[in-house]
């Protein structure tokens, strides 16, 4: 009777809440600035974690680039080659990035830093923080490769500085750093995004292998032009141990590019493809509507 009237059930009226209501939560947007941060061990247990997870990543990295250049010159056909660097850069990231994820969000990147604050996820003391540890880090563990494989290789071999290749204009390279950069921190948006991880059950566990293939990826495509920076981190711990002329006459393309490719993936994902704005704007509503 009730259903010729027009009326619902009770139980139906429970599943018509249930079907309109998101199987996600998006956070709100992070304070620009937050006092009451600074006075929690967690932000400083956070910015460890970053300054570590860089300082290894770099050693990592860099020691396999200086570690391939002398097993060239001793041997013919030897060492890790392009591919192997590539490895080792996307392989370190992912290791580090699940280490790090449930301490510091794993950014191991100012770029990564820049784009999650442009999006609201992290607070500008906390970026700032962040992107000081994280450069710290890098040359840290820069030193530590010219340490182990010694000053004179480190110099000859280049110590690992990012620079543009002969041949590549200043504006190739630029777009190539941006354009890296962006795909990464697409990348690290898309996986760590609360819509999916709360549909795809996989995706939290695939976050970091997922952001160390974009790194693996990027690398192959960039190496030739740039060396690949993507991380104004990395190329600046370089640049301090090594300290050559055309690595800090290039050291600008690899600041500026990231961090325009690093605005470019935050408003594709977050306004594009989220439409985050119209979210902020239309209230809930509009929030039903997506989901």
């Not at 860099?62 to 490895?87: F, M, N, Y």
């Not at 119209?278 to 989901?291: I, R, T």
């Amino acid at each position: 009777m009730e259903a010729r009237e027009g009326k619902l059930s009770p139980e139906a009226n429970v599943k018509g809440e249930m079907s309109s209501t998101k199987d996600y939560l998006d956070p709100p947007p992070t304070p620009l600035f937050d006092a009451g941060e600074l006075g929690k061990w967690s932000l400083y247990r956070a910015i460890i974690a970053e300054f570590t997870a860089t300082l290894l990543f770099v050693y990592v990295a860099v020691a396999t680039v200086i570690g391939h250049k002398r097993q060239t010159d001793t041997e013919a056909c030897s060492g890790a080659g392009v591919l192997g660097i590539a490895w080792a850069f996307g392989g370190m990231i992912s290791v580090l990035v699940y280490c790090t994820a449930g301490i510091s969000g794993g950014h191991i990147n100012p770029a990564v830093t820049f784009g999650l604050l442009l999006a609201r996820k992290v607070s500008l003391p906390r970026a700032f923080l962040y992107m000081a540890a994280q450069c710290l880090g890098a040359i840290c563990g820069a030193a530590l490769v010219k340490a182990v494989h010694g000053a004179h290789h480190y110099a000859l071999y280049g110590g690992g500085a990012n620079e543009l290749a002969p041949g590549y204009s200043r504006s190739s390279g630029l777009v190539a750093e941006a354009l890296g950069t962006a795909v990464l921190v697409y990348t690290v948006f898309s996986a760590t995004d609360p819509k999916r991880m709360a549909r795809d059950s996989h995706v939290p566990v695939l976050a970091p292998l997922l952001i160390g293939f974009a790194v693996l990826m990027v690398h192959l495509a960039t190496i030739p032009v740039t060396g690949t920076g993507i991380n104004p981190a990395r190329s600046l711990g370089a640049a301090v141990v090594y300290n050559g002329k055309k690595a800090w006459a290039d050291q600008w393309i690899f600041w500026v590019g990231p961090f325009v490719g690093a605005a470019i993936a935050m408003v594709y994902h977050q306004f594009v493809l989220r439409n985050c704005a119209a979210k902020h704007s239309f209230g809930s509503d509009h929030d039903d509507v997506e989901a």
